[in-house]
């Protein structure tokens, strides 16, 4: 199976930062990389597929790059509706992993 | 209004089976591989089973294989799990999921259903 490896576990960070959060895969992956937000309670939301295509609907503040193994989330300015747990999901390869989460909290 | 709602999740003992059920409308169910996908309480993501279009083609994680089988019904634009020999860890909220991996559409997502397994 491919691991997902997802750093930072957890960030805490201020309206206005700029954040980024990296996924490295055991293997390459292409560009077969999603990233996910959920909040308390709710069902995961699909922000970036492809490692870089913006779902429609989400802000442009956030954007994905990278290729073969290593990728990043980066959210250009928080926003107080931005604390959230973050996952990145390689769907390249069966089974389909996600990274473990991080969580961004507010400081 | 696109709608996934889940149902089916409840408490059952260790060795002991469930069916959930995913009622999807307002988009065609037909045309889109449909998935599940389960959150063990305080933990991560987890993908469990996608089935394809027309249920030619089904893809399981290692540890549900031989014990769940996702299936489907276009008839009546139904999705199931059928999730037998249960497992403690097996726990968690269980979402079924469309055009949420590789569609450039807008992804949908149901509101979970809770299977317990405990004695």
């Known amino acids: 199976d491919i691991q997902m490896t997802q750093s930072p576990s957890s960030l805490s960070a201020s309206v206005g930062d700029r954040v980024t959060i990296t996924c490295r895969a055991s293997?390459?992956?292409?560009?077969?990389l999603g990233w996910y937000q959920q909040k308390p309670g709710k069902a995961p939301k699909r922000l970036i597929y492809?490692?870089?295509s913006l779902q429609s609907g989400v802000p442009s503040r956030f954007s994905g790059s990278g290729s073969g193994t290593e990728f990043t989330l980066t959210i250009s300015s928080l926003q107080p509706e931005d604390f959230a747990t973050y996952y990145c999901l390689q769907y390249n390869t069966y089974p389909y992993t996600f990274g473990q989460g991080t969580k961004l909290e507010i400081k | 209004e696109v709608q996934l709602v889940e149902s089916g999740g409840d408490l059952v003992q260790p060795g002991g089976s469930l069916r959930l059920s995913c009622a999807a409308s307002?988009?065609?169910?037909?045309?889109?591989?449909m998935s599940w996908v389960r959150q063990a309480p305080g933990k991560g993501l987890e993908w469990v089973a996608n089935?394809?279009?027309?249920?030619?083609?089904?893809y399981y994680v290692d540890s549900v294989k031989g014990r769940f089988t996702i299936s489907r019904d276009n008839a009546k634009n139904f999705l199931y799990l059928q999730m037998n020999s249960l497992r403690a860890e097996d726990t968690a909220m269980y979402y079924c999921?469309?055009?949420?991996?590789?569609?450039?559409?807008?992804?949908?997502w149901g509101q979970g259903t809770l299977v317990t397994v405990s004695s």
């Open positions: 492809a490692t870089s």
């Open positions: 307002g988009f065609t169910f037909s045309s889109y591989w």
């Open positions: 999921a469309s055009r949420w991996v590789a569609s450039t559409a807008t992804d949908f």
């Open positions: 089935i394809k279009q027309d249920g030619s083609e089904r």
């Open positions: 293997q390459g992956i292409r560009n077969d």
